[in-house]
């Protein structure tokens, strides 16, 4: 398969609609969440990093879902499938995020800003995966 077919235009249209939907929650997490007493327990971390990384994943899956339902003519209806992937995306992104920070937690010792990188490589491809895993999107 060439390297051009990977560069569609529908491929990059659905890039788009998913870094909206990872930006929004984004944007809303800096008013929900506390970012002016950060606190380096391990408890905290866990669970503000499995938070947010639970937020992005519902905002990527909405938008995702948006622009599948777009693409194919659907009408959208919030219905219990819909609010299903919702649900799960938001456990798995808070599973995919608690994993990410229980490793950086155990390596950020030794490994510095290297770890840091593993940890959001870790975080990105899963909840990669999962998304496409929960959303079939067929260009």
Known sequence: MKLKSYFNKSSLNFGLWGAI??????FLSEFIMNHDN???GFFSSFFSVSFWIG?????VSISLLLKLYKST????VINKE???VI?????????????AQIIYFIIQ???????????WG??????????????????
């Not at 939907?21 to 984004?26: L, Q």
């Not at 003519?73 to 959208?76: C, E």
């Not at 975080?123 to 067929?138: C, E, N, R, W, Y």
């Open 21 to 26: 939907g990872a930006f929004i929650p984004e």
């Open 38 to 40: 950060p606190s380096n």
């Open 55 to 59: 937020l992005i994943a519902i905002g």
């Open 73 to 76: 003519n659907k009408k959208i």
């Open 82 to 84: 819909f609010l299903f």
């Open 87 to 99: 649900l799960k995306q938001i456990g798995i992104g808070a599973l995919i995020g608690g994993i």
């Open 109 to 119: 010792g030794f490994s510095g800003e290297f770890g840091r990188i593993i940890c």
């Open 122 to 139: 870790i975080a990105g491809s899963g909840l990669g995966i999962s998304i496409s895993k929960i959303i079939p999107i067929t260009p």
